[in-house]
């Protein structure tokens, strides 16, 4: 049950994008260019990254509608399930590894992140840019991850529902609302 009178029948994040539009906007300009506009790390990379830190924030909602995202990038839903256990030993490049410690580390709290951890992932080939926005898509996600969490929002267990946002947001990105009854939003 949410804490605030949320529109009903909207999971997650969609429930306070309806109810405050105006915050919704800059909320998914900035989900949108972090995750889905073109860059160095592709669109699956960094919807990993969004999921691992939604993941490790204990997010329901986001690690899923992230994870669909990535597995819908992907093609694969057991990477996504592989990265969020242990995703040293996923089948993913060293440069993700690195840019996943980060990641982790900023979940923790941002002064977690050493010049070792930043030393690390460019060894790998991890480029400034990418660094920036590894350490912003985390800290994004812990705000996004909250968000969700404390209204208390609607998450539904229907992976399904999950499939289809996932589908939407790797083929649309973040501009525009992935539930169609909150179009308005």
Known sequence: MPHIALPKGLPGISA????????????????????????????GERELIATYVSYLNDCYFCQTSHGAAASAHLGDEELVKRVKADFQHANISEKLKAL????????????????????????????DLEIHDTVLIAAAFCMYNRYVDGLGTWQ???????DAMGKHLADHGYRKPSIPSVEAA
């Open 156 to 162: 539904p267990r229907d992976e399904s529902l999950y």
């Open 16 to 43: 306070g994008f309806a109810f405050r539009p105006e915050t919704a906007k800059p909320m998914r300009e900035l989900a949108h260019i972090l995750l889905h506009e073109p860059g160095s790390l592709a669109p």
């Open 100 to 127: 996943l410690v980060i990641a982790g580390k900023v979940q923790k709290g941002g002064k977690n992140v050493t010049v070792q951890d930043v030393e690390a992932a460019r060894s790998q080939g991890a480029t």
